[in-house]
């Protein structure tokens, strides 16, 4: 690790700031309360532009569907994300079985 590194590293810990034993801050993260029961979707739609990708979360009950949660993230984000998923489904996979796809929406989602 370089100097400066080591250095800013020692001045905001000596500011107060918590460390981890693996060397990584610890953060603080306030989970509000309109958020602790989550959401349900049954449907995604993912589009993007060169500077984010656009997630927005849907329940879809036939004859009709509405966005639940609609998540923006970075490019580099989304790629955390995907590897997150993949090694949670496969930690899930070797608990439970394998997993079988949901069956695609017979009908075009679009947005009103």
Same mark, same amino acid.
């Not at 004859?63 to 997150?84: D, N, Q, Y």
């Given at each position: 690790m370089g100097t400066k590194i080591r250095r800013s590293l020692r001045n905001q810990h000596l500011k107060g700031? =918590?460390?981890?034993? /693996?060397? %990584? =801050?610890?953060?603080? +993260? %306030?989970?509000?309360? /309109?958020?602790? @029961? @989550? +959401?349900?979707? /049954? /449907?995604?739609? +993912?589009? !993007?532009?060169?500077?984010e990708f656009i997630m927005d979360?849907?329940?879809? $009950? $036939?004859? $009709? @569907?509405?966005?639940?949660? &609609?998540?923006?993230?970075?490019? @580099? !984000?989304?790629? &955390?994300? +995907?590897? $997150?998923l993949n090694e949670n489904i496969a930690k899930y996979e070797t608990m439970f079985g394998e997993i079988q796809l949901a069956e695609e929406p017979k009908a075009n989602i679009g947005f009103h």
């Open positions: 700031d =918590k460390f981890m034993p /693996n060397g %990584k =801050k610890e953060i603080q +993260v %306030k989970f509000p309360d /309109n958020l602790q @029961g @989550g +959401v349900y979707s /049954n /449907n995604m739609v +993912v589009s !993007h532009t060169k500077e979360f849907l329940m879809v $009950a $036939a004859p $009709a @569907g509405s966005v639940t949660s &609609r998540v923006i993230v970075s490019p @580099g !984000h989304a790629k &955390r994300i +995907v590897a $997150a």
